[in-house]
């Protein structure tokens, strides 16, 4: 991103601002515009090669954003993980050279130490070049004001910054334990003058925008966007991708399709951010049949690629955050953004019928966050998952035993089982504490599924049925 003329910082550019409402220029409504016909006019590019979006207070903004929250780390020989500033580095300097300009962290993220690799890696670069986001998780109960103040003042001593551009309220959640997610916000942001005061401090340039990501059920969205007219927000971050488009409440209900929200955020004019544009990773490794559909269709692209196009797709969309955790992640995406293809009304079909076939595979909707971690009982359920969800689409999960391909999956799992996940972290240590049930953003009836997989594992063990 070039400097701005006169050598004006962004920080005295949004003083003369002031109140002003958002820079996004008018768009057709978003679930109606698709396909090559979707190309937003408020993209520019591409300049050079990365596509930009405009968003609030006329920053020219990445579609492509990253992610911070899957820094590369190395196993310390005491089973803690150390970030690689080298690599932090080496990536970041990478991204900024070809054009990606914003960089997604949060006080939680990485055990507390990525807002911290994050503003080490950046600190290289001039502010101008990159806009930073982070976030206020104060989920713990019961939400004290000053401990959410002093998580707001070590961002900014973490990030080493005298401003903020993107601030979000964090992981604004649907109903827990029979409690509305319209009254946990209220605990969380309103009774005890959180809100009031971060709105203080957009109004003083301390945060240049401020938002919210969400995972929920609709009555708490629909209950932000009633504050809309009141607080503006001047964006909102949402899970949004071609499984979670129309099929996010068939995985239990609580989570909300991202056409819902997609469609009345656009209504209102509110920049989208985008995140879980992979789920976690899972729409860059489908089952064969569905990675054989889209290779079919594009050899030379990956199969990450389509996920991405299709958050791109969709004019309202601001970024689509990714975390590259390795170089090849970042060139990859990178040449799919730089420039953008829209997806086809054919294109958005085939993702659409993908989506209906996902769901009804017998995955666990584990994004990997790792919100659910540490565990107190040591288990490593993100691994678990994510071992499972493999072999489901490798075809290795098999409980017949007359299936010629039995013992031959039988062994891919287990063999797999042990080495990914080590036998104190396993399945069958989880006692159903339900710890781990509030902190999953996908609320994933955690225990349940670890109990399924235990199960399932016992019988392979024993041979049996």
């Not at 150390?82 to 050279?97: C, F, G, H, M, S």
């Not at 709105?199 to 966007?225: A, P, T």
């Not at 995985?251 to 976690?280: C, H, K, W």
Request: aromatic share 10%; glycine share 6%; proline share 5%.
């Amino acid at each position: 991103m070039k400097k701005q003329e006169n050598n004006i910082s962004r920080r005295d550019f949004f003083r003369k601002l002031g109140e002003s409402s958002l820079a996004v220029a008018a768009v057709a409504a978003a679930c109606a515009v698709k396909g090559e016909n979707a190309a937003a006019r408020n993209t520019i590019g591409p300049e050079g090669n990365m596509t930009y979006r405009i968003g609030p207070r006329e920053d020219k903004v990445s579609i492509l954003g990253y992610g911070c929250m899957r820094w590369p780390t190395k196993k310390n020989d005491d089973g803690t993980e150390t970030i690689i500033q080298e690599e932090v580095n080496k990536l970041v300097d990478y991204a900024i050279a070809n054009g990606v300009n914003y960089f997604d962290t949060a006080p939680k993220y990485l055990r507390g130490k990525s807002e911290e690799a994050t503003a080490i890696a950046l600190q290289r670069h001039d502010r101008n070049e990159y806009f930073i986001a982070t976030k206020m998780t104060n989920t713990r109960a019961p939400y004290p004001r000053q401990e959410a103040l002093d998580m707001y003042e070590q961002s900014f001593k973490r990030l080493k910054v005298d401003f903020i551009d993107y601030y979000l309220l964090h992981t604004i959640s649907g109903a827990r334990n029979g409690v509305a997610g319209s009254e946990i916000f209220k605990k969380r942001f309103l009774d005890n003058g959180v809100l009031d005061f971060l709105l203080g401090e957009r109004e003083k340039g301390r945060i240049r925008n401020l938002g919210f990501s969400f995972h929920g059920d609709r009555e708490v969205f629909d209950y932000l966007m009633e504050m809309h007219e009141k607080v503006h927000w001047d964006f909102v971050q949402i899970q949004m991708n071609y499984i979670d488009w129309n099929q996010a409440e068939g995985f239990g209900g609580r989570n909300t399709n991202a056409s819902y929200l997609y469609q009345e955020l656009d209504r209102r004019e509110i920049p989208v951010i985008i995140m879980e544009p992979l789920r976690g990773g899972a729409l860059a490794n489908l089952n064969e049949h569905s990675a054989a559909r889209l290779l079919e269709k594009d050899p030379q692209s990956s199969i990450a690629s389509w996920a991405f196009r299709f958050c791109g797709t969709y004019p309202r969309v601001l970024t689509a955050l990714s975390g590259m955790t390795y170089m090849e992640n970042l060139v990859d995406n990178l040449r799919t953004f730089s420039p953008l293809k829209p997806l086809s009304e054919e294109e958005l079909a085939m993702l659409e019928e993908i989506a209906v076939d996902y769901v009804n595979f017998p995955l666990v909707p584990c994004t990997g966050c790792q919100y659910c971690m540490p565990c107190p009982f040591g288990l490593d359920i993100p691994a678990i998952f994510a071992h499972y969800n493999k072999c489901v689409n490798e075809g290795n999960v098999k409980t017949d035993e007359q299936d010629p391909e039995y013992r031959k999956a039988r062994r891919a799992f287990l063999v797999g089982y042990d080495r990914s996940v080590p036998r104190l972290a396993q399945a069958d240590h989880c006692i159903g504490c339900g710890k781990c049930v509030q902190s999953c953003p996908q609320n994933i009836q955690i225990p349940r599924q670890m109990r399924r997989i235990d199960k399932y594992v016992e019988k392979l063990r024993s041979g049996l049925d």
